[in-house]
Structures are given as C-alpha cells and as structure tokens.
Nanobody, 124 residues
Framework: QVQLVQSGGGLVQAGGSLRLSCAAS????????MGWFRQAPGKEREFVATFSWSGASTVYADSVKGRFTISRDNTKNTMYLQMNSLKPEDTAVYYC?????????????????WGQGTQVTVSS
C-alpha cells in the first residue's frame, strides 16, 4: 500500500513563503515518479511541479516558474515544494502524487496515488 503523507501549508500574506512536504515509504520513493498538483475552488486540479523523466532536472507550470522549487531528500524519503513570492491566485489545496508512469505524474491523468491534500491560503 502506497501512502503519501503531506504536511505544511497554511495561511500566509501575499509575498510570503511556505514549504510543503510529502513523505513516502522508501519503496514508493525509489520506484515511483512523484510531483505536485493543486486545485483551487471551482477549478480543475492542475499540474504544479515534478522532476524530469531522468530525475536530473525539474519541470514547472508556467504560473509558478521562478517562484516554486521542487526538491527531494532521498535519505528521508520526502519530497518538498518550497513556495516563495506567493500570490492570492496560488490559493488552493495542494496534493502530492505518485505513479509508476511518468506521463501520469506530468499530466495528472490516471495518477495512482495521491496525498491527503493540504490547504494553502494566500491573503492579499
């Protein structure tokens, strides 16, 4: 059973920063592609960030590029999303995702496993 346990998030003023964490089992971390998504009220879930297929680089949605940073600590089996220069439009529930298929994580379609979600609210 794959479990993704999220932490972090909360309420922050515009321009502030938050860091999200997603902890997984060692087997999940080493065998699955992982990424971050978000869903704002009344909107569909959208891709935020992931690693490249090789894992050597990172991929971001245009809306967060230059402000968000995805990273991972293999010793802790944890993935992070550092969010800087937050804007009110970043307000959403953020989810980490894991799948054995890279394109599922990249596209958000048919993802096998999701974290429980964590609320990020950015006030103006």
């Amino acid at each position: 059973q794959v479990q993704l346990v999220q932490s972090g998030g909360g309420l922050v003023q515009a321009g502030g920063s938050l860091r999200l964490s997603c902890a997984a089992s060692e087997r999940t971390f080493s065998n699955y592609y992982m990424g971050w998504f978000r869903q704002a009220p009344g909107k569909e879930r959208e891709f935020v960030a992931t690693f490249s297929w090789s894992g050597a680089s990172t991929v971001y949605a245009d809306s967060v590029k230059g402000r968000f940073t995805i990273s991972r600590d293999n010793t802790k089996n944890t993935m992070y999303l550092q969010m800087n220069s937050l804007k009110p439009e970043d307000t959403a529930v953020y989810y980490c995702a894991a799948d054995s298929n890279y394109h599922s994580v990249r596209e958000g379609a048919g993802v096998d496993y999701w974290g429980q979600g964590t609320q990020v609210t950015v006030s103006s």
